[in-house]
């Protein structure tokens, strides 16, 4: 079952922090945004706005940076394609590149040819992964905490970095050195913690600087002390804001339990992404403004905010 989960919120009688602010504060903090974890369309997953969309719409709100996820194909190209075409709009389109099943799994190749198109980010297995599908099996309401595919896809092949003694798999090394070469960043994507500690151990080893843990709580199964030990090795750590977005159908967690996550990840290290984009949810924007208020209500000043919704993800990315 999926741990450090409380019972659902009932979002009917959790209401929005945003009636609490002038529309104009939070567009004024939302300036400068970075969206890493952006789930535009076209996909296999039901989405209800697509990457010229979610361009326009961050581009209207002077957002600097959206990093597109799909879980099944890298966005690379379509946000190379993005940019040459959109570039007057002022916002950066990026992607990376997802170790799944139709990327070929933990695939060098993919890596390569990723890398070699702009891609700024390689997620290890999320969909895929042993961790993932584990937790699908067991939770009986798995398919009402997260999106499912319009149509019923192959059966996926179970996917770790780590072999059956425990060791990292030499492909994995192979594909860490790649990432370090290029100093782009590694995500833990959907593996366990216990497989996320000795990835980054090794990555760090090979020279890899930039980790990232998404949604350390959800699925990954990490602890507040293990994230407190992940910021130690120099993870950052994003929390999706689909988690904590009345409305959302996955709006799993309160604000205080967001405010316990930035404290163990403290605000230097935690960042916030929409994780949002999925038919019959806010859009990525109205996200952004949601969480900014629920923080305005934990007393977090507006500079660190700004550090949750950009500072750390441009850091993490290497924008100017």
Known sequence: MVKNIPNRINSSSDQSAVSNYDDALLNDILIGAVDLHCHSGPSVMPRCIDHIQVMKEGAAAKMKAILIKDHYYSATPVTELLMNHFQELGVQMLSGVPLNNSTGGINRFAVDHGIKLGAKLIWMPTFSSRNHIAHHKS????????????????????????????????????????????????????????????????????????????????????????????????????????????????????????????KAGTVDRTILGSDLGQVGNPTPIEGFKNVIATCLDLNYSQTDIKKMISGNASDLLGLD
């Open 139 to 262: 939770d009986k309401d798995f398919e009402k905490k997260f999106p499912t595919t319009k149509e019923k896809m192959l059966t996926p092949v179970e996917l770790g970095v780590l072999d059956d003694n425990g060791r990292l798999l030499d492909e994995v090394k192979f594909i860490l050195d790649m990432i370090a070469e290029a100093d782009i960043v590694l995500s833990g994507g959907h593996l366990h913690i216990s497989e996320i500690f000795p990835l980054f151990e090794e990555a760090k080893k090979r020279g890899v600087k930039k980790l990232l843990v998404n949604h350390p709580s959800y699925l990954i199964d990490a602890t507040e002390d293990e994230m407190r030990e992940l910021v130690t090795m120099g993870a950052y750590l994003e929390h999706s804001m689909c988690m904590f977005v009345p409305g959302s159908k996955f709006h799993f967690y309160s604000p205080k339990n967001l405010d316990n996550l930035i």
